[in-house]
């Protein structure tokens, strides 16, 4: 199993650009999440899937928007770029049932 | 209001030194408790969780519902034990696995 993996590994945007950030999990696990990582501020809830179908905000949502497009993909939509959302953001799956979950390598975005 | 917090952004110690991270949480109920661990460029990985009572890598941490914290501790610490360490929260056992994450502290063990 490849476990959880994330599509791009490093992107860097202009202001007002757009792009989609892009997770798979094969380990049939029904809940999803994005996280993004700061220094200084840990990792930060962005949006959350508990179930296919489904899917809730969670600490930072604005700017962003997500699409839990099977149980396998769990995609991150920035529609609009701000320097802000330079991050490291990383997606993980669990099965649902704890917070024991397998988190992916990572996409480090830079927006200038 | 549910927030982790680990006090030190770093803590350096010399290689065969005993270790302590500190983590404090703020939670009115019963939550897990959680050690991510994330070496240089690498993914997070979980190292401990409370209920599960175990040792990892030589790494123990109790949780104390008195104090509300849960300090990772290793008698000895070796040179691959610098990364950075993240304590994080479970708000609701069997619930969807949302993570309340501490700020996280760097630890860096010299030679």
């Known amino acids: ?112 | 209001a549910q927030r982790v917090t680990q006090p030190e952004k770093l803590l350096s110690v010399f290689k065969g030194a005993p270790v302590e991270l500190k983590c404090n949480y703020s939670y009115s109920g019963s939550p897990e408790l959680f050690w991510y661990v994330q070496y240089s460029r690498q993914r997070l990985q979980l190292l401990l969780r409370h209920i599960s009572r175990e040792s990892i890598k030589g790494f123990t941490a109790d949780l104390n519902k008195g104090e509300t914290s849960f300090h990772l501790k290793k008698p000895f610490a070796q040179e691959e034990d610098s990364a950075m360490y993240y304590c994080a929260l479970s708000p609701i056992a069997g619930n969807t696995g949302k993570l309340i994450f501490g700020q996280g502290t760097t630890l860096q063990v010299k030679p």
Not at chain 1, 73 to 97: D, H, I, K, W
Request: aromatic share 10%; glycine share 10%.
């Open chain 1, 1 to 112: 199993n490849a476990g959880v993996t994330q599509t791009p590994k490093f992107q860097v945007l202009k202001t007002g650009q757009s792009m989609t950030l892009q997770c798979a999990q094969d380990m049939n696990h029904n809940s999803m999440y994005w996280y993004r990582q700061d220094p200084g501020m840990g990792l930060r809830l962005i949006y959350y899937s508990a179930s296919e179908g489904t899917t809730d905000k969670g600490e930072v949502p604005n700017g962003y928007n997500v699409s839990r497009l099977n149980k396998r993909e769990f995609s991150l939509r920035l529609e609009s770029a701000a320097p802000s959302q330079t991050s490291v953001y990383f997606c993980a799956s669990s099965p649902g049932t704890s917070g024991v979950g397998l988190f992916g390598p990572g996409t480090r975005l830079t927006v200038l």
